[in-house]
């Protein structure tokens, strides 16, 4: 089985703090990506990767960052923490080889930012 | 306009129901169609995939794609209580990016 995990489930912060989400695949996938998800507004990419080293913005980059040292680890960094990314962040990983770019998800981070 | 509308509900239906589920989309491009179900507390989770136009079924539950409507769908039929989930669809045309619906929120009464 396919395992997607992040290193916190809860996680609270305080403005302006810098904010490291580490996410950790097993099965060697290629792709993986940052998603944050809210209500009514679905999940949103916020960055992906095809391959160590290298980085996609996704639709909402803006006050994220993103790091990819080793393929299975995949690292979202908020520079400087601000209320407005109080949400649910999720990972995910999918094989980069056809469909149908299954994507498989990790468990969820839910940042509060007071 | 977004890129993908999907009915948040809630729904609830009883058990034994059929569901119907459907998302909208304004890309004439994508082609690749997905259904998510994510239970409360965890993260989605691949329910069912289609790629172009057409119908696919898989037990309970068939995936309908109108790519000239630019309409998808799910059914759910015989509705048990675990299948209560939100219920995500997503969409793409490469298969790199995948653009996510809001989620339908979906309660099946004992």
């Known amino acids: 089985d396919v395992k997607v995990t992040q290193s916190s489930r809860y996680l609270v912060k305080r403005t302006g703090e810098k904010v490291f989400l580490e996410c950790v695949q097993d099965?060697?996938?290629?792709?993986m990506f940052w998603y944050r998800q809210d209500p009514g507004l679905g999940l949103r990419l916020i960055y992906f990767?095809?391959?160590?080293?290298?980085?996609e913005k996704g639709d909402i980059p803006e006050g994220y960052s993103v790091s990819r040292e080793k393929k299975e680890r995949f690292s979202l960094i908020l520079e400087s923490a601000s209320t407005n990314q109080t949400s649910m962040y999720l990972c995910?990983?999918?094989?980069?080889?056809?469909?149908?770019?299954?994507?498989?998800f990790g468990p969820g981070t839910r940042l509060t930012v007071t | 306009q977004k890129e993908v509308e999907q009915d948040p509900g809630p729904l609830s239906v009883p058990e034994g129901a059929i569901v119907s589920l459907n998302c909208t989309y304004s890309?004439?491009?994508?082609?690749?169609f997905m259904w998510y179900r994510q239970y409360s507390r965890k993260g989605p989770e691949l329910l069912m995939y289609?790629?172009?136009?057409g119908n696919k079924e898989d037990g309970r539950f068939t995936a309908q794609v109108d790519k000239s409507s630019k309409y998808i769908s799910l059914f759910i039929r015989d509705s048990q209580p675990s299948d209560s989930a939100t219920y995500l669809c997503?969409?793409?045309?490469?298969?790199?990016?995948?653009?996510f619906g809001t989620g339908t929120s979906l309660t099946v009464i004992p």
């Open positions: 997503a969409m793409s045309s490469t298969g790199n990016q995948f653009y």
């Open positions: 990767s095809y391959d160590v080293k290298m980085k």
């Open positions: 099965m060697d996938h290629e792709n």
């Open positions: 995910a990983s999918s094989l980069y080889t056809g469909p149908p770019y299954e994507q498989y």
């Open positions: 289609t790629y172009s136009s």
């Open positions: 890309n004439s491009a994508f082609q690749y």
